[in-house]
């Protein structure tokens, strides 16, 4: 009985023993971030969580967080492998209960440790959320009008050109709307030849973005133009392997740079280091230019109308005041886009100021009435349907469609050009931020 009774405490403490083991493997450690809204925005609601949870839970601030203010959120405590693991979904709401960047994409986990800041940037800043171990405001300042200058061209202003051979300047590939979140420079060289390099990370790394220039070396008498741009797009892939998929000479882009464009895709590298490369590739006799994309294999399905609707927009900026953008401009969100002017007479040229067409994206009824007989679907590329519906039906049918142009005499004016009728052009007048003038119909409000 004794034996039974010392067997039956051994076993009560190996059950113990295994308890206390769990206990600690299950330790939680506290979260606690600080959020600075630096959007321009009011923000009301702040929702964080784990991947996992199913869902957002309860809002993290409990009052408005006006622009320049900061919060304290304490997030709870969590085991190890939920913070290394699971990550966190985040997303900001405005006092309309709308996400204040429409751009962000919070489906996205985000990874950060206790004492992190979160810096929310404005939804014009080619990246959304900065985590950093702390905030100085001044810093961010400049990193704010930085990514904003991004998020408009590409990648900034025109180069000065120190070669006494030229005039000064070198014109500067952009154009592009960039339709990716959370975006990292990793490389921003200007050189003193007018070649420059920029380069970017998306999607947490797995798209590579490259806008580069380099003194053409096309030797004319000896090369072949295909396949001098093959060579240096694939220079850019940096690896022992090569497969090219496709190369051919793209008409329509060629009318828009007035010099020959020819797409090149292909493989760079073999196995998990395997990448894809879909490059625009130009010569303007001065100088090479490439606007290419670099995704992991995985990344570059179903982007391919991604880059063609970036690829679309791409011109060269043939002037100083093609390139700068205004210190003293009316309202920040506008541009200046004089492109392929008359250059007679160019100093005497008045400031234009254009929005980019990305900032059209939405949904417009006719007089701001959800029952409309007609409204407009325009995207982030400036891609328009115009749908038409009978009265009293809510079945709409599209009637035309085309893509947005800017106007080169008119400020805030751009040309709606269809692509399913030739030679139709529907004056567009941009009167604020959610109210367009179209043709002779009259006002559509954005309401979606």
């Known amino acids: 009985m004794k034996n039974k009774k010392k067997y039956l405490s051994i076993l009560a403490l190996a059950v113990l023993s295994l308890v206390l083991l769990a206990g600690f493997g299950e330790r939680k450690w506290p979260m606690q971030i600080t959020v600075v809204n630096r959007t321009t925005y009011p923000i009301a609601d702040i929702r964080c969580s784990l991947t996992s949870d199913e869902d957002w839970g309860p809002n993290r601030i409990e009052t408005t967080l006006e622009e ?9 405590k969590f085991t190890e492998a939920e913070l290394t693991n699971d990550g966190f979904n985040f997303q900001f709401y405005g006092e309309d209960g709308e996400p204040v960047n429409p751009y962000y994409a919070p489906q996205d986990p985000l990874f950060f440790e206790h004492g992190d800041y979160l810096i929310l940037m404005p939804p014009d800043s080619s990246v959304s959320i900065f985590m950093d171990t702390g905030y100085d ?5 400049q990193k704010i009008a930085e990514y904003s200058e991004q998020f408009d061209d590409g990648w900034g202003d025109l180069i000065l050109d120190e070669d006494p051979d030229t005039d000064g300047t070198i014109p500067v590939l ?40 380099q003194k053409s070396s096309l030797a004319v008498d000896v090369q072949d133009l295909e396949d001098y741009l093959i060579g240096c797009a694939l220079s850019l892939g940096e690896a022992d392997t090569y497969e090219l998929l496709s190369v051919y000479k793209d008409d329509d882009f060629t009318a828009n740079l007035s010099y020959p464009v020819y797409i090149i895709t292909y493989v760079a590298g073999e196995n998990e280091d395997a990448r894809k490369w879909t490059i625009f590739a130009a010569d303007t006799d001065n100088f090479t230019y490439l606007y290419g994309f670099c995704a992991t294999l995985d990344a570059a399905e179903g982007m ?3 880059y063609q609707n970036i690829f679309s927009n791409l011109y060269l900026s043939e002037s100083e005041e093609d390139a700068w953008i205004a210190d003293d401009a009316p309202n920040e969100d506008l541009i200046e886009n004089i492109t392929e002017a008359d250059t007679s007479g160019m100093d ?28 407009l679907v325009i995207d982030g590329y400036g891609n328009w349907s115009y749908y038409q519906r009978a009265p009293g039906e809510a079945e ?20 709606a050009d269809s692509t399913m ?11 604020a931020d959610d109210v367009l003038g179209w043709g002779d119909e009259g006002s559509y409000y954005r309401m979606e």
Request: hydrophobic content about 40%.
């Open 174 to 213: 952009m154009g592009g709307a960039l339709p990716f979140t959370n975006m990292q420079t990793l490389q921003a060289d200007n050189y003193s030849d007018g070649a420059y390099y920029y380069m970017d990370a998306a999607e947490g790394g797995q798209i590579i973005i490259v806008n580069m220039a």
């Open 348 to 375: 005497n040229i008045p400031e234009l100021y254009q929005r980019n067409v990305s900032e059209f994206e939405g949904i417009w009824y006719y007089d701001g009435d959800f029952a409309a007989e007609t409204f």
């Open 68 to 76: 320049g203010e900061s919060a304290d959120i304490d997030l709870g």
């Open 421 to 431: 009728y030739d030679g139709v052009s529907i004056r567009v007048f941009d009167f």
């Open 137 to 141: 405001a001044a810093e961010y300042d």
């Open 304 to 306: 391919e109308e991604v």
């Open 396 to 415: 709409a049918v599209e009637m035309d469609c085309g893509i947005l142009t800017y106007s080169t005499d008119e400020a805030s004016t751009y040309y």
